[in-house]
Nanobody
């Protein structure tokens, strides 16, 4: 059974930090690209950060560059999103996503989401 379980969300003041975690199980984690998305009320879901299966270069949305850092630990089947200098506009539900697309495989898995609220 495939599972992606996010944790680490909560309420934080502007300028503060949070670290999200996503624990994966039920699939070959190291073969999947991992992504963090977010969705704010009334807005579409947007890609925040993406890291390939083998690690390496991580891509970020312009709105979070220099503030957020995504990493993965294939030994622990876990990805992280370190969020610093948080702003009210970062308020959203954050989702972990796993993707693998190759010949004969087109898999796309989602976590249940974790709420991040940035407010004073």
């Amino acid at each position: 059974q495939v599972q992606l379980v996010e944790s680490g969300g909560g309420l934080v003041q502007p300028g503060g930090s949070l670290r999200l975690s996503c624990a994966a199980s039920g699939f070959t984690f190291s073969s999947y690209a991992m992504n963090w998305y977010r969705q704010a009320p009334g807005k579409e879901r947007e890609l925040v950060a993406a890291i390939p299966s083998f690690g390496g270069i991580t891509n970020y949305a312009d709105s979070v560059k220099g503030r957020f850092t995504m990493s993965r630990d294939n030994a622990k089947n876990t990805v992280y999103l370190q969020m610093n200098s948080l702003k009210p506009e970062d308020t959203a539900v954050y989702y972990c996503n796993a993707k693998r697309r190759t010949i004969g495989i087109n898999n796309n898995y989602w976590g249940q989401g974790t709420q991040v609220t940035v407010s004073s």
